[in-house]
């Protein structure tokens, strides 16, 4: 018997925020650039309250259903009826031949449910029957008729009810059953409302104002600025470096991407010249904008006479760390006629990641020439550019 499951209700069709040029039902529409459905579901899947998930659609969407969950590990969905109540009912229903022990049913137009109301109302039924999230009304409520103020109406027990609405299975299911049979049954506005019915002991957590019911285009504006506003700041930062090569000595090796590579002749720079740890140092300081490694290492400090190149890419790494971020990607490309790159790729990627701590699948390393043009291509020196992903908080 499973724990808890999640109903989804997306059976309806969404008329009110339908644009003029939208004929989808509002479930399936784009919310920053994903199925508002798709949305919805991801708060619930994986969430360590949650075992599992299962959708109340109407078959008419397949099509949509399909696209806007392609990937997602669900429960196959069940179709909905012609009200929410009835939907409910269907979906209720469908889990009753291996019932879990407490469901949770949450209307799809509410993507932006955050994760501690779902781990709320889940914790509230291990003493209670029911749990509703909700939130106090801080506004002065009128009684008006015809557009006429006829009173004021007292606020001080009244609260607006969200979803996700948790029961214990057994509960709801004989409580929307006995509803179903009632003369007036579509009177009941929610779960709760059908769980008071049969004197189910049902109590409120903490509401969210973010947890928004979308019904009109406003709603889908504000949902996306919500949305952009919690999505993680992503910026990409680009480095380039390039060094000459002196005349032969007694050097039998350079510094390339933190690896020394046999080379007969020295790279003329004040650190060890890596150009590669050069350019991607760049590269992650743009993206955070703090400057370059000139002013962060000066040329002219002799503490980096002949420095590690490393010791520069770990202080950019810190720095993103200390912001809260973290480096998702990088790119080095060396440009060059010699030395050969290929036999030392693999080793350049996995020290850069060592580096940065991060996997090997992170990191790229390439190499091209300048086809015989320019001092890179009379062999005069060597260059790299360098181009890093990284993820900042929103906000940071």
């Given at each position: 018997?499973?724990?808890c499951?999640?109903?989804?209700?997306?059976a309806?069709r969404?008329?009110?925020?339908?644009?003029?040029s939208?004929?989808?039902?509002?479930?399936?529409?784009?919310?920053?650039?994903?199925?508002?459905?798709?949305?919805?579901i991801?708060?619930?899947?994986?969430?360590?309250?949650v075992d599992?998930?299962r959708?109340?659609?109407?078959?008419?969407?397949?099509a949509?259903?399909?696209?806007?969950?392609?990937?997602?590990?669900?429960?196959?969905?069940?179709?909905?009826?012609?009200t929410?109540r009835?939907?409910?009912?269907?979906?209720?229903?469908?889990?009753?031949?291996?019932?879990?022990?407490?469901?949770?049913?949450h209307?799809?137009?509410?993507?932006?449910?955050?994760?501690?109301?779902?781990?709320?109302?889940?914790?509230?039924?291990?003493?209670?029957?029911?749990?509703?999230?909700?939130?106090?009304i801080?506004?002065?409520?009128?009684?008006?008729?015809?557009?006429?103020?006829?009173?004021?109406?007292?606020r001080?027990?009244l609260?607006?009810a969200?979803t996700p609405?948790?029961?214990?299975?057994a509960?709801?299911?004989?409580a929307h059953r006995?509803?179903?049979?009632?003369?007036?049954?579509?009177?009941?506005?929610?779960?709760?409302?059908?769980?008071?019915?049969?004197?189910?002991?049902?109590?409120?957590?903490p509401?969210?104002?973010d947890?928004?019911?979308?019904?009109?285009?406003?709603?889908?504006?504000?949902?996306?600025?919500?949305?952009?506003?919690?999505?993680?700041?992503?910026?990409?930062?680009q480095?380039?470096?390039?060094?000459?090569?002196?005349a032969?000595?007694?050097?039998?090796?350079?510094?390339?991407?933190?690896v020394?590579?046999?080379?007969?002749r020295?790279?003329?720079?004040?650190?060890?010249?890596?150009?590669?740890?050069?350019?991607l140092?760049?590269?992650?300081?743009?993206?955070?904008?703090?400057?370059?490694?000139?002013?962060?290492f000066?040329?002219s400090?002799?503490?980096?006479?002949?420095?590690a190149?490393?010791?520069?890419?770990?202080?950019?790494?810190?720095?993103?760390k200390?912001?809260?971020?973290?480096i998702?990607?990088?790119?080095?490309?060396?440009?060059c006629?010699?030395?050969?790159?290929?036999?030392?790729?693999?080793?350049?990627r996995?020290?850069?990641?060592?580096?940065?701590?991060?996997?090997?699948?992170?990191?790229?390393?390439?190499?091209?020439?300048t086809?015989?043009?320019?001092?890179?291509?009379?062999?005069e020196?060597?260059?790299?550019?360098?181009?890093?992903?990284v993820?900042?908080p929103?906000?940071?």
């Open positions: 018997m499973p724990d499951i999640a109903l989804i209700v997306a309806g969404g008329v009110r925020a339908a644009g003029r939208e004929s989808r039902p509002k479930q399936y529409r784009p919310l920053a650039g994903q199925a508002m459905l798709r949305r919805t991801a708060a619930f899947l994986g969430h360590p309250a599992a998930v959708v109340v659609f109407t078959e008419e969407d397949r949509l259903y399909d696209s806007a969950v392609s990937d997602l590990d669900l429960m196959p969905p069940v179709q909905g009826g012609a929410r009835e939907s409910v009912l269907l979906g209720l229903e469908s889990l009753a031949a291996d019932p879990p022990k407490f469901v949770l049913i209307d799809a137009a509410r993507p932006l449910v955050p994760a501690r109301t779902i781990a709320a109302v889940r914790a509230a039924l291990d003493h209670h029957a029911g749990a509703v999230p909700a939130l106090a801080p506004d002065t409520i009128k009684d008006v008729k015809a557009g006429h103020v006829r009173g004021t109406v007292s001080d027990h609260w607006r969200q609405q948790g029961f214990r299975f509960d709801i299911l004989a006995t509803a179903a049979s009632e003369m007036d049954a579509n009177r009941f506005t929610d779960d709760a409302m059908i769980a008071e019915a049969e004197g189910l002991d049902v109590i409120t957590v509401g969210d104002e947890n928004m019911k979308i019904t009109t285009d406003a709603d889908f504006a504000r949902a996306e600025r919500i949305l952009l506003g919690q999505l993680p700041d992503v910026r990409t930062g480095g380039f470096d390039v060094h000459g090569f002196g032969p000595g007694t050097n039998s090796s350079i510094m390339l991407c933190g020394a590579i046999p080379h007969p020295p790279v003329i720079g004040h650190s060890d010249s890596d150009v590669g740890l050069h350019a140092t760049d590269a992650i300081l743009g993206a955070i904008g703090e400057g370059d490694i000139g002013s962060h000066p040329p400090d002799e503490r980096w006479r002949g420095a190149s490393h010791i520069f890419l770990a202080h950019a790494a810190e720095l993103v200390k912001r809260g971020g973290r998702v990607h990088c790119d080095v490309t060396v440009l006629e010699e030395p050969r790159v290929s036999p030392h790729r693999e080793a350049m996995k020290r850069i990641a060592d580096i940065l701590a991060l996997p090997v699948d992170r990191v790229s390393v390439k190499a091209t020439t086809e015989r043009l320019g001092f890179l291509g009379r062999a020196g060597i260059g790299a550019q360098a181009v890093a992903t993820r900042l929103a906000g940071a």
